[in-house]
T-cell receptor, first 108, second 115 residues
Framework: GIQVEQSPPDLILQEGANSTLRCNFSDSVNNLQWFHQNPWGQLINLFY???GTKQNGRLSATTVATERYSLLYISSSQTTDSGVYFCAVERYGNKLVFGAGTILRVKS | GAGVSQSPSNKVTEKGKDVELRCDPI?????LYWYRQSLGQGLEFLIYFQGNSAPDKSGLPSDRFSAERTGGSVSTLTIQRTQQEDSAVYLCASSLDGWTYNEQFFGPGTRLTVL
């Protein structure tokens, strides 16, 4: 099956810093989503981005489908950005395959 | 409702008992999914319902797991004869139609603990 690798596995930032999270996948995909799992366990949708670039406030994402990777940019990080960031891809059959996640801690 | 809802939020059960977990998808969403999140396995797909089609059960880990979806809306995941390795957070998701636009939205999950 398709493999999804996220890097880095964990990251500590000072408030106000910028960061880039990466997601590599091993085959072509129909769907790619980025999620933020907050400390209460809720998965919050960030981007639905099988290709191209999207921006939402301080967050933006780029997926280069032909090269099988996606990047999530967080600018001017805040303590509320802390949590786990997951990349998930769908190759076929509408099943999302998740990466192991990046644990982000933003210090004030 | 405004989002995917799940109940109960927490369930503690004894090994060997049966449990039922409930999911209410976003109103109007025809596709419904179950996943589980455990420390050892991460987030993994369990089962997928699309309209009146036969469900995709390819992710169910054993025949002790089953799910149904009544009336194209509410779904129940049943685990029979629970084992300690079933302890996990069970997450439900829904999407608009599962075909043309398949962004999945997740509920808050049910944390299952098997003693």
């Amino acid at each position: 099956g398709i493999q999804v690798e996220q890097s880095p596995p964990d990251l500590i930032l000072q408030e106000g810093a910028n960061s880039t999270l990466r997601c590599n996948f091993s085959d072509s995909v129909n769907n790619l989503q980025w999620f933020h799992q907050n400390p209460w366990g809720q998965l919050i949708n960030l981007f639905y981005i099988p290709s191209g670039t999207k921006q939402n406030g301080r967050l933006s994402a780029t997926t280069v489908a032909t090269e099988r990777y996606s990047l999530l940019y967080i600018s001017s990080s805040q303590t509320t950005d802390s949590g786990v960031y997951f990349c998930a891809v769908e190759r076929y059959g509408n099943k999302l395959v998740f990466g192991a996640g990046t644990i982000l801690r933003v210090k004030s | 409702g405004a989002g995917v809802s799940q109940s109960p939020s927490n369930k503690v059960t004894e090994k060997g008992k049966d449990v039922e977990l409930r999911c209410d998808p976003i109103s109007g969403h025809t596709a419904l999914y179950w996943y589980r999140q455990s420390l050892g396995q991460g987030l993994e797909f369990l089962i997928y319902f699309q309209g009146n089609s036969a469900p995709d059960k390819s992710g169910l880990p054993s025949d002790r797991f089953s799910a149904e979806r009544t009336g194209g809306s509410v779904s129940t995941l049943t685990i029979q004869r629970t084992q300690q390795e079933d302890s996990a957070v069970y997450l439900c998701a829904s999407s608009l139609d599962g075909w043309t636009y398949n962004e999945q939205f997740f509920g808050p999950g049910t944390r299952l603990t098997v003693l």
